[in-house]
């Protein structure tokens, strides 16, 4: 059974690369977040790596670190999302196109416009990553002195996907006959008037844009919290999990999996995908050595200011290039903390080696050679700790290009990975059902 | 010195072409809103044919008129332009590509951001045709069950461009150094936060993306209105003008001029452009004959209709293959009621073919052979009631097809429209300057 189980795997485009030293790695396209034919060569190659989808996650704000820190982050600035990713979808064929869109800051009304848009110009390939944002820096691009608390974050999203996807259902799919002959254009009998009025939103409707292609774009999230993991388990085809170990990725997945009958859903109708950061090296010591180039790109002082939070304690009167010293109790999460310690033992990092790690990228990391890296997705697969992965590239291009042109095809011997796409929408790559139509269930 | 002039075109696809009978025309694409094929090959002609630009007029509603004219209708649909644009911007080279975005129902982060966006991607070619919509419909679909009153939209829109504008110049065009030795993304002494506070938005900034490659995306306005020619006066660098007969354009296009001066603005620094429905035929007679069969594919209520209001009385009850009676006197507007009597005498139309006349397209009209279309084009030009047209096309491909194939051809023989595009940027296509940066002059 377990055996039968293929890997999903999405590119984490956030603008391009997560870890905070990459642009300046050598070869690095140090404008890559604002080269469009730079992206689109990122986007053709994951495509010809059979990826399920390109993810572009999303900031709506850019003051949100010191400017010390912010002024040397390749990270501050980035495309709209759904700008890029229509652009994206007329250089490609067959690769989802997966946006982020705040459900703070936007009106359902745009949202499920420009998704379903997004969705007939790429063909059926679009998916909608759902986030309730929480930065209280956007807040202030939006008139908002107060930031929206946790809660209410939540159940305005909650109404927000009701009243996006009841605008996608406004057209029964057979509703546009565009009779020349009669000049009859659609059928008002299949168009269905949504008159929402709820806590957070009166929107009448009906959308003007047909059904899109896969009924409804796939539907993303990424939260962790209780309210997130709920509202993925109510609503989401697709997560983004943040799980550094292979038993936190267990758990996730045993909870979250878990929900679902209860909402008569089958458990494989959401795919949880734990974002994994690769550095692939044709050695071990190779790999290593990349990571560690990459992580002595990441500015100290942020690297510092990483470490401190994880320990909760001010390391920066620390000797950079000693060894992490004796560290007294704190108030700060024991498990990061712990795995701060642990990490710095286990692979004898001096103090500034462990800032730099934990500031350049602290999570899931799959570090060594194609078949390693491999190794550790099938263990993460069968031992049901995920359904594939988000992947974050170290740097780019080469080490998408790494990925896909070394450990794709290791995937692929393993039998883990499609060796090409067998449907044409982002839906079939993932193996979702086409959603019923609400109003016209027929 | 008028002479050496030369028009700019614009297409103007609302979603694809005005006239209500297009989608039913013999070849006519009818889902062609729907089809990104089809726009990309209509995108690709217009590019072959040097048009300054593509534009994409918009509706944020559906019910806008009764159901048993709406089913007949062609334009109840289409995508968003904001998320078709950058599809065409991935598949065209030079061609400028101007969105519509309301001030109304939008937030001005979002929109700084897209068109900044759309301008990198497209390399330049981006334009904001900004409206304070005035469609009550819409208002039903964001929340709002009585619609914002005139002068309150345009106060809005007023200091939604100036947001927008001031995220535009956050940074300076130099404050992205991406030195990778250094580890120093950008200068910090090159960015500007905005941190507006204004009547209707609260906006800290600044804009997560670079100053656009235009400096700014090319502000496009329509508004007829006295506040609207106002505000297009201070503003716009291109008006969408509707300007019926060649006196109208003349009158329009002093006054707009007239009230640049004042402004410190260069009267060559706003191009006015006339909407101009276009039917190209071998022959007068088969141009005309080109034109009633379009108008004969008009639903009858919906042309009856738009003669009722023409006339200022109901009209359905004439006899529909009978001339036009004597009309009474009413509190109509004179010139649209002169003008529907004018246009039934001179022709010679029966009431049906007059009702179907305006209820297909009733604005600037010309109908002809090329050489006829080019003369009249000319006239508008020399005789200073214009800088060029925003062009309508009677159906789609084939009228957009007859245009660029006779009309552009003869235009470039008069020495009156490009043989090739001579800049990047619709800026350079359009002749107009790069605005400084308000906050980093030098």
């Not at 957070?200 to 059904?211: D, E, M, S, T, W």
């Not at 071990?284 to 510092?304: M, N, T």
């Not at 590239?393 to 070394?406: A, C, I, N, R, T």
Request: proline content about 6%; glycine content about 10%.
């Amino acid at each position: 059974m377990a055996a039968q189980r293929h890997l999903h795997l999405g590119a984490f485009m956030r603008p391009t690369t997560i870890h905070t030293g990459a642009w300046r790695y050598p070869g690095a396209f140090p404008d890559a977040n604002f080269n469009f034919a730079h992206l689109k060569r990122l986007a053709q190659t994951l495509e010809h790596g059979r990826f399920d989808a390109f993810f572009m996650a999303d900031h709506l704000a850019l003051l949100n670190m010191p400017m010390e820190a912010l002024k040397r982050s390749h990270t501050v600035t980035s495309f709209d999302p759904l700008t890029l990713l229509p652009a994206l979808a007329a250089v490609t064929e067959r690769i989802g196109l997966i946006a982020t869109a705040s459900t703070t800051f936007n009106e359902p009304y745009h949202i499920a416009r420009k998704f379903a848009s997004l969705d007939y110009l790429s063909g059926g390939r679009a998916g909608w990553n759902i986030v309730t944002t929480s930065n209280p820096d956007a807040a202030l691009n939006f008139g908002l002195e107060e930031h929206v608390e946790h809660g209410e974050r939540y159940r305005r999203g909650r109404e927000f996907f009701d009243v996006v996807t009841g605008l996608w259902d406004s057209w029964a799919d057979d509703a546009f006959l565009r009779d020349q002959e009669q000049g009859l254009f659609f059928d008002p009998a299949r168009l269905h008037v949504l008159d929402h009025r709820g806590e957070h939103f009166k929107v009448r409707g009906p959308l003007n844009v047909a059904r899109p292609v896969q009924g409804w774009p796939v539907i993303v999230q990424a939260g962790a919290s209780e309210a997130g993991r709920q509202l993925a388990a109510e609503t989401a085809e697709v997560i983004f999990a943040a799980t550094p170990t292979l038993a936190d990725g267990q758990r996730f997945y045993r909870d979250v999996k878990g929900r679902l009958a209860a909402l008569g859903r089958a458990p494989e109708h959401l795919k949880i995908l734990p974002g994994a950061f690769v550095v692939v090296g044709e050695t071990p010591e190779e790999a290593r050595a990349k990571r560690a180039k990459l992580d002595s790109l990441v500015y100290y002082e942020s690297g510092i200011a990483a470490l401190s939070i994880a320990l909760g304690l001010d390391a920066s009167g620390f000797d950079p290039d000693g060894p992490l010293p004796e560290i007294p109790p704190s108030n700060a999460s024991q498990s990061g903390r712990e795995r701060a310690i642990a990490l710095a033992r286990r692979e004898g990092l001096t103090v500034r080696q462990l800032a730099q790690r934990l500031g350049g990228y602290a999570g899931l990391a799959m570090v060594g050679t194609p078949a390693m890296i491999a190794g550790q997705m099938e263990e993460w697969l069968h031992g049901e700790a995920c359904d594939g992965f988000n992947v974050m590239f170290s740097h780019l291009p080469g080490g998408l290009e790494d990925f896909v042109g070394q450990v794709v095809p290791e995937l692929q011997r393993r039998g883990l990975f499609r060796r090409d796409y067998e449907g044409l929408t982002l839906r079939e790559h993932l193996g979702l059902p086409r959603p019923a139509n609400r109003f016209f269930p027929g």
